[in-house]
Each structure stands twice: as structure tokens, then as C-alpha cells.
């Protein structure tokens, strides 16, 4: 097996940066943690405690395990403090411009390198750009909260050597993770992948049929932990609009990615979910699923199921990552490989063509079948 990376930085002590931070303290690197606001290192720093004393009283890890795991996290405000690391993440603001000026700071400091951003949606060749090319620039996406979810989806450049790509994956799988590598396309495999989830659920919200309430009722009662309106108002609506809109935006607006009016139209309001405590399903009521429950369930999955083959047929993954990505990234009881079992592929491809005939003309390519389907059979 490769060797590991052993001196971490972590740019960004926000809500991903702690964690990441404690995962690699966690797996024994020494980890210089950067921000450039000290409340928030000193929140990061006292939040990391709280998790791992939780931990402790879990039986998880001893105290001892504890206390030097936090001592090996070492917060800073200045960058300075990166020189000499040789992995170093960036978990800042959501801004191509940003990432790139700071990772090309760390570059000048840290002159080998790799250099690693946390991005959900940006290109990693957008942020590669000018940066030193004796740096490489990666892409590793966690998932939140990047102490307890094992995902992380890796993005390498073509320019990114074998031994780094090698050092990477170990590195992770040394600290718990369950790496996939995946190509720089939009949404990489999860965002992309999960867009159907809700973007058909608005779909079906559109027509006027059934409520938020009672197709989130028809994704729970079929094993998802949580439906799509419910998952939305968690993460906020104005959090997922952007993130729907950089994965359309980064495919051209194909219908498939659709942005539904009713999403706008929430963030406009300030409806966002949780946090306002107003959003699609917030206050929550108990509503039982409606007796069109299957159907419901059988749309969403035929779309998942699609963009999943969508994926598959333009890219190196397998269809076990897929599955794998879309149960450990966002608790799905199933991938869509299994969906496409379980539901059949013929029966896929005649949902999706009363989809396509009942469609708006705006929206029926948005319902056209993946040519790769056909496949699905002979394997
Ligand atoms: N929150 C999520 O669920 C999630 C999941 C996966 C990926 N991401 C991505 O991770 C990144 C961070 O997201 P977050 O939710 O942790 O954000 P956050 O707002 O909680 O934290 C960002 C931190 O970065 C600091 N910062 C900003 N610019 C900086 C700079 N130039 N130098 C030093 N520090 C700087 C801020 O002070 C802040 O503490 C984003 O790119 C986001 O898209 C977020």
C-alpha cells in the first residue's frame, strides 16, 4: 500500500473544515487548521472537543485517544502555517476565485504540495488554473459531516501522477473513508446523481396532484429515511437552489436538470426550511402516504435510475460505485443499479415514455431514455 500524507492543512474551519480537520487528526496526521476568523477556529477547535468527548463516553475512543487527537490539530490565521505540509484542503467560501487566489498562496509556501479543494460544484480545472503545476491540484469532496460520513469523492486532473493518485486513496482509506475516484464533470456522482430525487418530486409538486407532504410520505414508507421536501427544508432551500443551479448551469440547462419555479419561488419568499422555520414540509405535519404512493416512488426512481445510466455510459465509473456513492453519500436504501433490477429495465423505459407523452414540450427531453438502458438487459 502507498504511503500516507502526514502533515494535513485544512483551510476553512467552517462547518466542513472542523471536520475534515478532525479526521485526519483522528488518523494520526499532525494538522495545521487555518481560518481566517478566529471565532471561528476557536468554535472549530471547541467543537472538535465536544465530538470527540462524545465520542469517549460512547466507548468509541479512549480519553487518551481524545486529548491527542485534538493536540495534533494546530489553529492558525496565518497561511504561513502551511509551509512544509504535504496535503492541503481548502474548505472556504464556494467561489472559484477565492479557492484558487489561497491555494495559489499555499502554493508559493508549500512548493510540492497537493493541493486539494472541498468544492461541491465547482470545477477542479477552473481552480487548477493558475496555480504552480508542481502543485497538484485534486479535487476531494466530503460529505457533511465529514467526521461520520465515509464518502468522499476524489477528483483527479489527467495531469495528476500515478504516485499522487495512489497516496490520495490511501490516505483516505487509512482514515476510515471510502474514496471514489470520479471524473471533473457537475455534481461530480452524488449531486448529479441525486437531482432527480428531487427535481421529480417537484415535477410531480407542479402537477397539482399531491402535496410536499405526501410524496416526502411515499419516499419514507418505500425506506428512504427522509423524503425529498423534508431533505431540502434540512439543508435549506437556498443552499440546494444553488447547488440545482450549478449542476443545470454546468450542463447547459438540459431540462433534466430543471430548475422548478416552486424552488425560486421559496428561496424568493425566504422559505428555506429549518432555519427560517418555514420551508416545504416545515412546520412538519404527519400526512399518510396517498394510495398513488407506488407510482410516485416508481417516477422518482425511473429518473434516478436514468441519470444514474446517464453517468455510467460517459464515464469510467462502475455501477457498483454508483450504488455505493448514492447509499453511503446520501443514506438511500438502495443504488439506482439496484432500482434498475428491482424495477426492470423495460418497465423503466415505459415510465419514462408515458412520462415523455404527458410531459410539457419544454420538458419532454428531459424524460428521453438513456441509450445506455439497453445494456442494462444484457448484463
Ligand atoms: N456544508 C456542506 O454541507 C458542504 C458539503 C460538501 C462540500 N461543501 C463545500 O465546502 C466548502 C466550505 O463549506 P462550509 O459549509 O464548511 O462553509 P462555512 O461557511 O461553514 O466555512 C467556511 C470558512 O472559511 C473561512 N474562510 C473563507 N475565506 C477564507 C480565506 N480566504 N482564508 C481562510 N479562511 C477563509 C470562513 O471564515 C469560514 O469559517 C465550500 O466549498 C462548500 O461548497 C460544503
Known amino acids: ?20 480537520a478532525q479526521v485526519f487528526a483522528q488518523a494520526g496526521a499532525r494538522v495545521a487548521l487555518v481560518d481566517q476568523s478566529i471565532a471561528a477556529l476557536e468554535a472549530a477547535v ?5 465530538t470527540l468527548d462524545r465520542a469517549v463516553s460512547k466507548d468509541r475512543i479512549s480519553g487518551q485517544d481524545a486529548k491527542e487527537t485534538l493536540a495534533r490539530i494546530t489553529p492558525s490565521q496565518r497561511l504561513s502555517s502551511l509551509a512544509g505540509q504535504d496535503l492541503v484542503i481548502e474548505a ?40 504552480s503545476a508542481e502543485n497538484p491540484v485534486i479535487g476531494m469532496h466530503f460529505f457533511n459531516p465529514p467526521q461520520v460520513m465515509k464518502l468522499v469523492e476524489v477528483i483527479f486532473l489527467p495531469t495528476t501522477p500515478t504516485q499522487v493518485r495512489e497516496r490520495v486513496v490511501a490516505t483516505l482509506q487509512a482514515a476510515g473513508k471510502h474514496p471514489i475516484v470520479c471524473a471533473d464533470t457537475p ?5 448529479r446523481c441525486a437531482r432527480p430525487f428531487y427535481g421529480e418530486a417537484f415535477a410531480i409538486l407542479e402537477e397539482n396532484t399531491h402535496s410536499a407532504a405526501e410524496i416526502d410520505a411515499a419516499m419514507t414508507a418505500a425506506g428512504y ?13 437556498d443552499v440546494h437552489l444553488a447547488a440545482t443551479e450549478g449542476v443545470a448551469t454546468g450542463f447547459d440547462n438540459h431540462p433534466r436538470y430543471r430548475v422548478f419555479d416552486a424552488l425560486r419561488n421559496a428561496v424568493n419568499a425566504g422559505r428555506l ?67 434498475a433490477v428491482e424495477i426492470g429495465a423495460a418497465q423503466v423505459r415505459d415510465t419514462l415514455a408515458r412520462l415523455h407523452a404527458a410531459a410539457p414540450a419544454a420538458l419532454k427531453s428531459r424524460y428521453d431514455p438513456a441509450p445506455a438502458l439497453d445494456r442494462l438487459d444484457a448484463q
Do not use: C, H
Open 1 to 20: 500500500m502507498a504511503a500516507t500524507y502526514t502533515r494535513v492543512g485544512v483551510i476553512g474551519a467552517g462547518v466542513m473544515g472542523r471536520g475534515i
Open 92 to 131: 472556504i467560501v464556494e467561489d472559484v476565485t477565492a479557492k484558487s487566489e489561497v491555494l495559489s498562496e499555499v502554493a508559493a509556501l508549500a512548493p510540492l504540495a497537493v493541493l486539494a479543494s472541498n468544492t461541491s460544484s465547482l470545477r477542479i480545472s477552473d481552480i487548477s488554473s493558475g496555480i
Open 225 to 237: 429515511r427522509i423524503g425529498p421536501f423534508a431533505l431540502i427544508d434540512l439543508i435549506g432551500a
Open 187 to 191: 455534481g461530480f456522482i452524488v449531486n
Open 273 to 339: 426550511g429549518r432555519k427560517s422555520g418555514s420551508g416545504f414540509v416545515t412546520p412538519s405535519e404527519v400526512v399518510a402516504a396517498p394510495d398513488e404512493a407506488a407510482e410516485i416512488v416508481q417516477r422518482i426512481e425511473v429518473m434516478l435510475v436514468n441519470e444514474a445510466v446517464t453517468l455510467w455510459e460517459n464515464s469510467s465509473l462502475s455501477r457498483g460505485d454508483i450504488d455505493t456513492a448514492m447509499m453511503l453519500g446520501l443514506n438511500f436504501p438502495r443504488g439506482p443499479f439496484a432500482m
Open 46 to 50: 471547541s467543537g472538535i472537543g465536544e
